[in-house]
């Protein structure tokens, strides 16, 4: 493959929602044999962009599909959840505790549903970019240096020939 090829899939992976750059770090370290420096560079500034393209997006277009009752009472139901789960630590801890959310690689976690939650909860767009971009790093500095500790751990395992 060639670098743009790679970078494109790097993008398209980080792109994906419940993978981000969890899985998109990985690929590009691992399977495209790519310097880690690069890799961390481009899923990080892809995944950074999410955040406010989701936001921007719910702001926007939301409205249109609350119209219909159905998805209205849905959409009620969540926020009122989510709001009750998330709103008392971004009271309390501001944007860090969006940050430390969106920053936590585990699954149901990342800048899509950190996205979601500030939209849902009333954070105000200037405070969702610095929370993304925050979350984004730290999530991208721990998925790197998992990768990196585990690949080298994995390699002290096998014998090349």
């Known amino acids: 493959m060639t670098l743009i090829n790679n970078i494109f899939w790097i ?3 980080t792109f994906l929602p419940f993978l981000e750059l969890r899985a998109s770090i990985p690929y590009g370290i691992l399977i495209l ?34 119209k219909m009752k159905f998805i209205d009472n849905l959409y ?12 008392q630590y971004v ?8 940050a430390i959310f969106i920053g936590i690689p585990l ?14 909860i009333g954070m105000d767009y200037k405070k969702l970019i610095v929370s993304t971009i ?8 721990i998925v790197t240096a998992v990768v990196l500790t585990g690949a080298t751990a994995l390699n002290s395992f096998i014998k090349t020939f």
């Open 11 to 13: 993008i398209v992976i």
């Open 33 to 66: 044999k790519m310097h880690w420096i690069p890799v961390f560079i481009i899923a990080v500034i892809a995944n950074i962009i999410i955040g406010p393209l989701v936001y921007f997006f719910l702001d926007r277009v939301i409205h249109i599909f609350l």
């Open 76 to 87: 009620q139901k969540y926020v009122d959840k989510t709001q009750k789960n998330i709103h």
């Open 91 to 98: 009271e309390k801890y501001g944007e860090a505790a969006l």
């Open 107 to 120: 699954p149901g976690t990342g800048v899509y549903t950190g996205a979601l939650a500030a939209y849902l």
């Open 134 to 141: 925050f979350g984004v790093l730290i999530a991208g500095i």
